[in-house]
């Protein structure tokens, strides 16, 4: 079964500093992944994401991620922290029996420290 | 209105009480989903409306819950006799596709309904 890590549940940066949330997939396939971040009071909004297109996706915020095949992963970077970027963070796989239902990782909040 | 909207966006029920939890798309979407959140969880996949069809419940935990979409608009969940393990946040999404909905377009998700079973 499909299935998405994030391996922390919790990251700390200091503004202006790089962000990497890490993110691996567990997949028989190529699949489709993607990046959604949660502010607190607010909807879940789409990051980016990765649907076997080019390897490096861009999304909005600054935001990108790379997919790597050989390493199963997806993490998620930004060169340069804000702190409006401070919320959690989800990665997320659709399973290939459904094109419509998305599996979310545990999540990862990220922190900005002034 | 601009976005999907869910109310209440607060509901506090004594356990073994019936709950209704309304969803209202962005106009015109076809797709509608629901998820459950428990506290420090992702997102759970719970139902999903073609228009007013239900193609998929898998995801609902009991015969408790019951989601409609009668008019192929707003959508209502149903919690009957709530339990403290329903404690959750519930999101409802919409999208104006009906195939490959998250991979060729962007589904939108209301900020979520808090249910409290005390």
């Known amino acids: 079964a499909q299935s998405v890590t994030q391996l922390d549940s919790h990251v700390s940066v200091s503004e202006g500093t790089p962000v990497l949330l890490r993110c691996n997939y567990s997949?028989?396939?190529?699949?489709?992944l993607f990046w959604y971040v949660q502010h607190p009071n607010k909807g879940l909004q789409l990051l980016l994401k990765?649907?076997?297109?080019?390897?490096l996706v861009k999304g909005i915020n600054g935001f990108e991620a790379e997919f790597k095949k050989s390493e199963t992963s997806f993490h998620l970077t930004k060169p340069s922290a804000h702190m409006s970027d401070a919320a959690e963070y989800f990665c997320?796989?659709?399973?290939?029996?459904?094109?419509?239902?998305?599996?979310f990782g545990s999540g990862t909040r990220l922190l900005v420290r002034p | 209105g601009a976005g999907v909207s869910q109310s209440p966006r607060y509901k506090v029920a004594k356990r073994g009480q019936d709950v209704a939890l309304r969803c209202d798309p962005i106009?015109?979407?076809?797709?509608l989903f629901w998820y459950q959140q428990a506290l420090g969880q992702g997102p759970e996949f719970l139902t999903y409306?073609?228009?007013?069809?239900?193609?998929?419940k898998s995801g609902l935990p009991s015969d408790r819950f019951f989601a409609e979409r009668p008019e192929g608009s707003v959508s209502t969940l149903k919690i009957q006799r709530t339990q403290q393990e329903d404690s959750a946040v519930y999101l409802c999404?919409?999208?104006?596709?009906?195939?490959?909905?998250?991979?060729?377009?962007?589904?939108?998700f209301g900020q979520g309904t808090r249910l409290t079973v005390v």
């Open positions: 997949s028989s396939y190529s699949p489709s």
């Open positions: 997320v796989v659709i399973p290939m029996d459904s094109s419509y239902k998305l599996i």
């Open positions: 409306f073609q228009n007013e069809a239900q193609l998929d």
């Open positions: 999404a919409s999208s104006p596709t009906r195939d490959r909905v998250f991979v060729n377009t962007e589904a939108f």
């Open positions: 990765y649907t076997s297109a080019a390897t």
């Open positions: 106009s015109g979407h076809v797709s």
